[in-house]
């Protein structure tokens, strides 16, 4: 008999509704599918290429995966892929001649500016990584803070191809000395009459970070849209999403971290009732999470019987070592099998646990640890943002059987 465990590689791949009904999980084929369609609004024009029922369209500037649209796929879909623009995308126009792009890279021996088709003679690499916006799970704060309410949709796991930027830095000389912050700069046109540092987007990560960061312009094996940052982006592993700079003009090596408002008080760990400085930590690395991607409440009741929980994990900078799911809330746990291609430590896995699951209602919660042995928190780490929400009790789901 074929282990129920393991998915075939053609449907690890692709997702596919087959996929789904072979595991007894095609919710989003059916009712979840319906219900997306009933509740959609139009996607911004730059974005009108993706999946509608898929997403969950908070503003022109965010758009959210629906949980219920992820599927079996270790790489998620670009057209069911999330979008967050802290400012409006540039025009389209940028992608007319994608070559002609360029980055000026500072804080090195050499200085200079590079356009897009010489970056591409300095070598290429790819690598998948999980994307994910800072405040995914913001939307499970009982203290609402202000900004889009995400629940798991605002992250997906994808696939970069572009230079290596220690590729770039090793051309240039090297790294000049004293510089402690790698600093990516954002092309996005700034609205006149304002400060530009209060909206301009830059961000800057410690230097040890340009080790594995990438000057992208492909993602899933594609020319890099307008929507997720093309033609250029500064994609940073393990980082939160923020830190993945799109339209990069400027990549600086820089003794200090940038004065934009983005970067000294945007994307703080304030603790609640404070205000954001620049003295609290920043929004850096990822930690530690997964979740439950089926199956769900709103597929509507299930048979009694045996059900495949499934869903994705990841570590940030960390691969992961393993993933438990409990039925009963979090009072017992068991070991999930870690299923479908490992793409490396930046990438999340697909787990997968049969369980039998008898009339009444269940709690569905996933708990992952990483290969340093760090272990998914029970609770979210309280902050004025919303940010960094790792909590598996936050991320449980409830589930009918009748």
Not at 223 to 235: D, E, I, K, M, Y
Not at 297 to 303: D, F, R, T, V, Y
Not at 315 to 324: L, R
Not at 372 to 394: H, I, K, Y
Request: charged share 15%.
């Amino acid at each position: 008999m074929k282990d129920s465990m393991t998915l075939p590689r053609r449907h690890v791949l692709a997702g596919s509704a087959a996929a789904l009904s072979a595991l007894g999980l095609a919710g989003w084929t059916g009712a979840a599918r319906a219900q997306a369609s009933a509740a959609v609004k139009p996607l911004p024009a730059y974005a009108g290429w993706k999946t509608t029922d898929a997403l969950i369209v908070h503003s022109s500037n965010t758009l959210e995966t629906r949980r219920a649209a992820f599927g079996t796929s270790v790489i998620t879909p670009s057209n069911r892929l999330y979008v967050r623009n802290n400012l409006p995308a540039p025009d389209a126009a940028i992608l007319d001649s994608r070559d002609a792009w360029t980055v000026s890279v500072e804080g090195v021996k050499n200085p200079r500016t590079l356009t897009l088709a010489e970056l591409r003679t300095l070598g290429v690499e790819t690598v998948a990584t999980v994307l994910q916006c800072s405040g995914n799970g913001r939307g499970f704060f009982p203290s609402k803070p202000s900004g889009t309410p995400w629940s798991v949709g605002a992250a997906g796991c994808v696939v970069w191809s572009g230079v290596p930027l220690r590729n770039v830095v090793a051309a240039l000389g090297g790294v000049a000395d004293g510089m402690v912050y790698l600093t990516g700069t954002g092309g996005e046109k700034l609205p006149e009459g304002v400060d530009p540092l209060s909206v301009l987007v830059e961000r800057s990560v410690p230097v040890k970070a340009m080790e594995d960061a990438l000057l992208a312009w492909e993602m899933n094996g594609e020319p890099l849209s307008l929507a997720h940052g093309g033609p250029l982006r500064l994609v940073v592993p393990g980082y939160q999403g923020v830190n993945n700079i799109k339209y990069v003009k400027r990549v600086a090596f820089t003794p200090v971290q940038s004065q934009a408002r983005i970067m000294s008080h945007g994307y703080r760990m304030s603790p609640p009732g404070s205000k954001a400085s620049p003295d609290q930590p920043s929004v850096w690395e990822m930690g530690v999470k997964s979740w439950i991607n089926g199956p769900l409440a709103e597929s509507g009741p299930l048979k009694p019987g045996l059900v495949q929980v499934h869903g994705v994990a990841f570590g940030g900078t960390q691969g992961v070592k393993g993933v438990e799911v409990s039925v009963d809330g979090g009072k017992t746990w068991r070991s999930a099998q870690l299923v479908g291609p490992d793409l490396g430590r930046f990438a999340w896995r697909q787990f997968v646990l049969p369980v039998q699951l008898e009339a009444g209602t269940h709690t569905l919660a996933s708990r992952a640890t990483d290969v340093a042995g760090n272990v998914q928190a029970e609770q979210r780490e309280e902050n004025l943002g919303g940010f960094n929400n790792t909590s598996w009790r936050d991320h449980a789901v409830t589930v009918t059987v009748a």
